[in-house]
């Protein structure tokens, strides 16, 4: 048994958080010891941290001092817990985090193997302060874990890391989790009239989602069929969105109906789901849906939105909003129906047991990084 620190910066609701998780759940099922070590416990997530693992809240609430204040409180407390409790692996998420890690093990006199997981597109990064601290720290850790093929690439290309250093990880997902959750009701009055089918998309209301083409591809594709949108998510951008929504006349058609912890009950009922994204790491909402039979129309944020959407009409260009109207109109017409079965090849247990299995050879085994490559067609 070994004992395994994954870091983060809070619980609240995120892709990265969600996987996090399902990876701390994971390594516990594994018969390890595990602490899910964060500076703010305090988010909508809290209470789905599984009983199998230990939390860890390092109290960073406030910035009061600013932002360096509050990464130095974040960097310090976490040194503390490294020196305290001497796990023998780490793995943290998020570029904060990941930069927190490495100047915490540095600080902390003790030297657990380090592992980063990269949860956005490389790209993504515009701030040059950031870019210079990424340049400089992420070598340090002992290995990389990029989220698709394209992500690994970007990472070598900006010289961030070794060729040898990096690995492709496809993020778990935990299908029968997510058709047990899916079955709960969902009491929206649009699943249950007969006005017009239903789009889904799930995020939060940041610009990286781009919902504003959505809502405007909406706009277009109104004028053929009677569909209405759910956005399912919260975020800094919802006044912006509403005031769309009302200056595109879509406010009977277009709700944003918040956060909610389950998710997977909306997007199940969808005629559609669609992600308009400019920018994602791995978005597993993408397999989530393929996992519940709900057709998808995506945005090629990157070259891995083609290996999780497998038909090529169904992925656009980012921003374009007549190329996402069409598709939107292509699938709704005649796409795969909904409730069809998913594909036989993928096997429920492997989509969560594989990801977890790869993340501790990586995380135990020193040798994992140059003599086994966990690629997207294994993942």
């Known amino acids: 048994m070994n004992h395994i620190a994954l870091v983060m910066p809070d619980l609240e ?17 594994r018969g ?46 976490l040194a503390g817990y490294l020196r305290r409790e001497r796990p023998d692996a780490v793995l943290s998420t998020v570029q904060g985090a990941n930069f927190a890690a490495v ?68 993020n778990p997902v935990d299908v029968a989790g997510i058709r047990a959750a899916a079955s709960a009701p969902c009491p929206h009055p649009w699943f249950t009239d007969s006005s017009g089918p239903v789009l889904v998309s799930v995020g939060r209301l940041t610009r990286e989602k781009d919902y504003p083409t959505l809502l405007r591809a909406l706009a277009r594709l109104r004028e053929t069929i009677p ?56 978005p597993n909402v993408l397999r989530e849906a393929r996992a519940l039979a709900v057709p998808v129309v995506a945005t090629e944020y990157d070259a891995s939105a083609r290996d999780l959407v497998p038909d090529a009409a169904a992925v656009v260009r980012c921003g374009d909003t007549l190329a996402l109207a069409a598709a939107l109109a292509a699938r709704l017409r005649g796409g795969r129906p909904k409730g069809s079965v998913p594909r036989p090849q993928e096997d429920p247990d492997a989509l969560l047991f594989r990801p977890v299995d790869a993340y501790l050879a990586v995380l135990i085994d020193g040798e994992a990084v140059t003599s086994r490559q966990w690629s997207t067609a294994e993942l």
Not at 13 to 29: H, N
Not at 52 to 66: A, E, H, N, W
Not at 122 to 129: V, Y
Not at 235 to 260: H, K, N, P, T
């Open 13 to 29: 609701t995120g892709g990265a958080e969600r996987v996090m998780l399902l990876l701390a759940r994971g390594f516990a099922e």
């Open 103 to 170: 100047m915490a093990r540095a600080l902390s006199g003790v030297h657990p193997r380090l592992v980063l997981r990269e949860a956005a597109s490389p790209a993504a990064t515009t701030s040059p302060f950031r870019r210079s601290l990424r340049r400089l720290l992420y070598p340090r850790a002992d290995a990389l874990v990029a989220l698709t093929a394209p992500m690994r690439e970007q990472l070598i290309a900006l010289g961030v890391v070794p060729v040898d250093g990096t690995v492709v990880i496809h």
């Open 227 to 282: 569909a209405r949108l759910l956005i399912v998510g919260e975020g800094a951008e919802r006044a912006a969105l509403e005031a769309l929504i009302g200056y595109l006349g879509l406010s009977a058609a277009a709700d944003l109906v918040g956060f909610d912890r389950n998710p997977w009950r909306w997007l199940a009922r969808g005629d559609v789901f669609v992600l308009s994204s400019t920018s994602e790491g791995y």
């Open 32 to 77: 390890h010891r595990v602490d899910l070590v964060v500076g703010n416990a305090e988010g909508p997530l809290h209470d789905t941290v599984p009983a199998s693992v230990r939390l860890i809240d390092l109290g960073v609430r406030t910035k009061p001092g600013g932002a360096a204040a509050f990464a130095a409180r974040f960097v310090g407390r």
